[in-house]
């Protein structure tokens, strides 16, 4: 592999991280040393979730995508490829094809995490009941 056609980068959401490095190619996606199909058995979803920036610019057979992920569920991983994918692609074409990802929603960061116990209270922000008298 050259210097110039590896490109890197990363995507995170919720306690997922994705490290994602694409190269030029003919479409292979794998993920933790998988198949795409073997990693996402039984969700679709995600499988089409995280190609939807590949699939909007019209180049799924011309790159090669080897993802590392790992914390969080299927989910917020597959959330997190997307965002490192996109994040690539960025780098990877010119300024138009960034401003499409971008109004697409490819390019932001879902920071939502689950907010931490405070004590005192059951959960985050669950109160035991109160009684005046």
Do not use: W
């Not at 993802?67 to 989910?75: A, E, F, L, R, S």
Request: charged letters at 30%.
């Amino acid at each position: 592999m050259e210097k110039s056609n590896l490109y890197k980068n990363v995507g995170r959401r919720k306690s997922s991280i994705a490290k994602v490095n694409i190269i030029s190619g003919s479409g292979n996606i794998i993920v933790n040393d998988r198949s795409v199909e073997d990693y996402f058995q039984n969700n679709s979803k995600s499988r089409l979730f995280f190609s939807s920036p590949l699939s909007s610019l019209g180049i799924q057979e011309k790159f090669d995508i080897v993802v590392k992920t790992n914390g969080g569920g299927v989910n917020g991983q597959a959330q997190a490829i997307k965002l490192a994918i996109s994040r690539v692609l960025c780098q990877l074409i010119n300024k138009e094809n960034s401003d499409k990802l971008k109004s697409e929603g490819f390019l932001s960061r879902d920071c939502r995490c689950k907010e931490r116990k405070k004590y005192g209270l059951k959960k985050a922000r669950k109160a035991p009941q109160f009684s005046k008298r």
